[in-house]
């Protein structure tokens, strides 16, 4: 697809600007678009666990709605102009999946952070307990320790 753009720039740089170079770029990007969401939904079925699931499937619906704005101002490119600018907005709602994901991945590891704390201090405990308070006297020998 760059290398597509890169040849539709030169174009326009070397003969001038053109309405079917917008519209050849637009069915290019609706194309490519399409072709990504099939790859994109046929490599979704080797999670891990069912969280990393959850967390694809948002993900998935966020790229879906991007795809969709893409795809909707590529068309209505290529038909008319006068329609309003709506990519970003896709764009935002998929920033906005990935945001979620982030955030709920990053509590998560906390979460397990905490109970891997909560069980160290469980074992140190156990160890402490283990141990005498005190060493027990003897004439014999004698024993320090810190």
């Known amino acids: 697809m760059v290398?597509?753009?890169?040849v539709l720039a030169a174009a326009t740089l070397l003969v001038g600007d053109s309405g079917l170079y917008e519209r050849i770029n637009s069915i290019a990007v609706i194309?490519?678009?399409?072709?990504?969401v099939i790859r994109f939904m046929a490599?979704?079925?080797a999670e891990s666990s069912a969280t990393d699931a959850a967390d694809f499937a948002v993900i998935r619906w966020g790229l879906?709605?991007?795809v969709a704005f893409v795809v909707w101002q590529n068309i209505a490119?290529?038909?008319c102009t006068s329609l309003p600018?709506?990519?970003?907005?896709?764009?935002?709602?998929?920033?906005?999946?990935?945001?979620?994901?982030?955030?709920?991945?990053?509590l998560r590891r906390d979460q397990e952070l905490k109970e891997i704390q909560k069980g160290l201090e469980v074992a140190r405990r156990i160890q402490l307990s283990i141990l005498p308070r005190e060493f027990p006297p003897s004439t014999n020998f004698r024993?320090?320790?810190?």
Do not use: D
Not at 31 to 36: C, E, K, R
Not at 85 to 106: D, I, K, M, Q
């Open 3 to 6: 290398a597509f753009g890169c």
């Open 143 to 146: 024993v320090a320790a810190r």
């Open 64 to 66: 879906l709605i991007f």
């Open 77 to 79: 490119g290529f038909i």
């Open 43 to 45: 490599n979704g079925s």
């Open 85 to 106: 600018l709506l990519e970003p907005f896709g764009f935002a709602a998929f920033l906005s999946t990935l945001g979620y994901v982030a955030a709920r991945s990053t």
């Open 31 to 36: 194309t490519a678009s399409g072709f990504f």
